[in-house]
């Protein structure tokens, strides 16, 4: 990794004069970002952080003077040309032919690995990792949360894989409950075979609409419960009705979720947990955990003090299971199947005493591993409409980003010469949701805009896109780069070095967010990147330079868009190369 090798050679003087294992040392260097401001120190020490590292007094001592004092100790090498202190830093300026052939070297050399063979991820162990995402519910509507879950699932579970982790991929359906019941009944008097086949989604939800209003009336209500009683009670004839529905449901799904580049390893939803659920209750109860109340519910205490302060509801009076129970039983089934090392839940954060309430009652069944299950929460989008109205279905906004993306491309008659106009906007269009939805924090509400997410100029994902396929085209036109014969000599213009300093931080990114799943630290790096390309495009032609000089910045806009391609890729985003 080129920022390693770098902050290795900056680590092994400092611990010399330090007198500190240069392990420890490393992560307090950081690749300092490219701001409006050009600066020329590429790397810089954190005086705080080594000081904690060390013995923790001297806190109290003035950071900038220490940092001083340091720098001078410090003398430049063959690596750093450049020594300085700030406030409570020391800056490090790395030999400017040398940060050009490093980088450009290891971007090439990595390609798609660039950043992930980091040090900074050496002492990360590989892990297995269940991630569990999307999850909508047969016949209900597949609402923005449902969007959400899957476009942060998807990122999180590209992310764990690109760092070398295992990942299982698990949409865990809501193909179970009550609405089948009503589904059965339903489509006994509304339900047509032939829709079913040809679009099950749509055709079982308004199946689905129609029953809800007809069950009003008693006798349709008691028919829906006969139906899922035998469905409970594993009627074949009936199981066999549930499982077309489910079935064409789950083809469908996995269609639409192939537009928008996700895949899942198994569909196992809550009907699969149904009988599960009975053998988390009788666990429960050997285990003392499960007490009734007068109503004859079930439930278990959660309060420390063993008041009931708080409790949760795992069993209806009837005895039967509810949604808590089934999650009860797919998570210590999924510990079984897989033994992965961490478990996550991606929904949006109205779920999260759900959870909470999960991991606790997990835990109190004492499995240790609880601890190692996480809900990533997110928080809500409001007002995504399309022009036919509200969005009931995934494949609405699709078609809706779609169409506004190609409407826009055809105003600006950028259409004429793309290929396949339709799959270009496609992509284009899913970058701009990707990139409006993964901006801010996770946990932070947003309202949602068609026309600020898909604005050509600022900060989209059009932006990005546009960005990549403008350095494509480069390419194209000037011929390939080829980094045997590049005179890094010539890349000395702060724009290019702008560009350099900002890969080298790519490794850094990745690791934030490795730790945190929030996507923004990724999402902002590549919209500087894009930025900073943009300038360097303007000011460093390739048309009409030297020979050596246009090969030099064809390598180094190669790097930008290599790096750019793989940032892009871990958000769920496909670039393209024409729009
Ligand atoms: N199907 C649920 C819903 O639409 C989400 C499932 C979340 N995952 C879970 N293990 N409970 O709200």
Known sequence: MAAGSFRRSIASQLSKVLDLPPENLIKSISAVPVSKKRHVADFQLSIASIIENSSGDGLAQDLHLQAQQLAERLKCDSV??????????????????LLAKTVLQQVWKDGSEYGVKSELFSTVPRQKAVIEFSSPNIAKKFHIGHLRST???????????ALGHEVVRINYLGDWGMQFGLLGVGF????????????????LFEVYVQINQAAEDENIKKLAKDFFRKLEEHDEQTLSIWKQFRDLSIEEYIRIYKRLGVHF?????????QEKAQEVLKMLEDKGLLQKTIK?????????????????????????????????????????KHSWDTMIYVTDKSQSNHFQHLFQILKLMGYDWAERCQHVSFGLVQGMKTRRGEVIFLEDVLNEVRSRMLQNMTSTKTTKEIQDPVETAEKVGLAALIIQDFRGLLSSDYQFSWDRALQSRGDTGVFLQYTYARLHSLEQM??????????????????????????????????????????KHIVSYLLTLS????????????KGSAPAVAQARLCLFHAARSVLANGMKLLGITPVTQM
């Open 80 to 97: 750093v040309s450049a020594i300085s202190a700030g406030p409570g830093t020391v800056n490090f300026t790395i030999n400017r032919e």
């Open 151 to 161: 476009m942060v699932g998807n990122f999180i579970a590209n992310l764990k894989v």
């Open 188 to 203: 006994q008097s509304f339900g047509n075979k032939e829709k079913l086949k040809s679009s099950p989604l749509q055709h």
């Open 265 to 273: 390893d198994e569909y196992s939803g809550e009907s699969f947990y």
């Open 296 to 336: 004859g519910t079930g439930i278990v205490d959660l309060s420390e003090k063993k008041d009931l302060s708080t409790f949760s509801t795992v069993m209806r009076s009837d005895g039967t299971s509810l949604y808590i129970t089934r999650d009860l039983a797919a998570a210590i089934d999924r510990m079984n």
């Open 478 to 519: 000037h011929g390939n780069a080829e980094l045997t014969d590049v005179n890094v000599s010539c890349l000395q213009e702060p724009d290019a070095i702008s560009v350099l300093q900002h890969l080298l931080r790519y490794d850094e990114v990745l690791y934030r967010s490795s730790q945190d799943l929030q996507p």
């Open 531 to 542: 930025h900073l390309a943009a300038v360097a495009h303007k000011t460093l032609p390739v």
